[in-house]
């Protein structure tokens, strides 16, 4: 049983309007669904994705009135971006500097070209030039950014943790990951475990930070971390595996748009499991998703509650 590769990340955002217009204006991303916290529905949730919404393509984010996240250890320290090719990153880094946020240059880490950025409440990412690999791209035709330069989808993921042995255990013990190699960058010695067929779309980078602080988690920070697992059979086989390995977990959990099971590796970062389907044009044309407010049927005889307690996008 094998996970096959980075199904989401949800991180946190204070100012939904501002971060709508920085991931679908400046990096040309598909809003592809526009819906609510389940467990908060005063809070948008977000999703961000290529032109098709395809699994491993979704940067999504809970709309919390939350301060500043104060970055340490125990926590997803940054979030990759997949491109193809170094013209795409010289595209990015002319883009980036000229819209005057903070961005890094162009520089080889790991074997691949990345730069670094990040947004206006200081969400770490990194666009990873994956060569073209990593599954066929699904551009959105109405995306900002020509075709050849949009965002892929995610991976690699950075995880900063005090404790690497414990962490390690889960991923390679618990969850089958592999270790594939180490490297040195920023001063750091990282670690690489993967999943699935690997490559970027399919790794987490670990770095151990015994002597930093824990991180609180806020605005700009990233509140979990989603797998993909392909089917139902095998999502009921996580859950099981998960239980009789005696790991805490939340159970098996309806998000209709694809089922999830959540639990925290040993240093508290929360992962999530989630399959591939049913995906996000189960309730309204994929042509026109994330341009309405969409709610699960659960949520649906509550929707004028909900509208009224929302603030407008803009």
Same mark, same amino acid.
């Given at each position: ?11 946190i /955002?204070? &100012?939904? +309007? ?9 990096l040309?991303m598909? !809003?592809?669904k &526009?819906t $609510? ?11 961000y994705a290529d032109g098709?919404?395809?699994?491993g ?12 996240? +104060?970055?340490?250890s125990?926590?997803?320290?940054r979030t990759?971006?997949? $491109? ?5 990153l010289?595209?990015? #880094?002319?883009?980036?500097? &000229?819209a ?11 074997? #691949? ?5 990040e947004?206006g409440?200081g969400?770490r !990412?990194?666009? $990873?030039?994956?060569?073209?690999? /990593?599954g /066929? ?7 900002p950014v020509?075709a ?5 989808g995610?991976?690699?993921i950075v995880?900063?943790v005090h404790? @690497?042995?414990r962490t390690?255990?889960? !991923?390679?013990e ?9 490297? =040195? ?12 067929e690997g490559?970027?779309?399919?790794? !987490?980078h ?5 002597d930093?602080?824990e ?6 920070g990233?509140?979990? $971390?989603a797998?993909?697992?392909p089917?139902?059979?095998q ?6 595996r @998960? ?6 977990? /939340? ?7 694809f ?13 999530e499991i =989630?399959?591939?389907g ?5 309730d309204?044309?994929?042509?026109t998703?994330g341009e ?6 659960f @949520?649906?005889p509550r +929707? =004028?509650?909900?509208?009224?307690g929302?603030k407008? @996008?803009?």
């Open positions: 049983m094998q996970l096959t590769g980075i199904h989401h990340l949800t991180a /955002s204070a &100012k939904p +309007r501002e971060n709508l217009a920085f991931y679908t204006g400046l040309g598909r !809003l592809v &526009k $609510v916290n389940q467990d908060d529905v005063s809070a948008y949730h977000l999703f098709r919404a395809n699994p393509t979704d940067l999504t984010f809970f709309d919390f009135p939350a301060a500043p996240e +104060r970055r340490g125990n926590a997803i320290s990759g971006l997949r $491109v193809a090719g170094e013209p795409s010289g595209y990015w #880094r002319d883009r980036l500097k &000229k005057g946020g903070v961005t890094g240059d162009v520089v080889e880490v790991d074997g #691949r070209l990345t730069l670094p950025f947004d409440e969400q !990412l990194v666009l $990873v030039d994956d060569g073209g690999g /990593s /066929s791209a699904s551009p959105w035709e109405k995306s020509p050849e330069h949009q965002i892929r995610l991976g690699p995880l900063t404790d @690497l042995s390690a255990f889960v !991923l390679t618990v969850m089958n990951m592999r270790t594939v190699r180490d490297y =040195a960058a920023h001063g750091a010695e990282i670690h690489v475990f993967a999943m699935g490559g970027p779309a399919a790794e !987490l670990v770095i151990e930070g015994k930093l602080p991180a609180r988690q806020g605005a700009g990233v509140h979990h $971390v797998f993909r697992t089917n139902e059979e999502y009921h086989g996580w859950t099981q @998960l239980n009789e390995l005696g790991v805490r977990n /939340s159970g098996e959990i309806d998000r209709f748009y089922r999830s099971l959540y639990f925290r590796e040993p240093n508290g970062i929360l992962f =989630a399959t591939d049913p995906g996000f044009a189960t309204e044309p994929m042509a998703l309405k407010l969409s709610l699960p049927p @949520l649906e +929707r =004028a509650q909900i509208e009224a929302l407008p @996008l803009g």
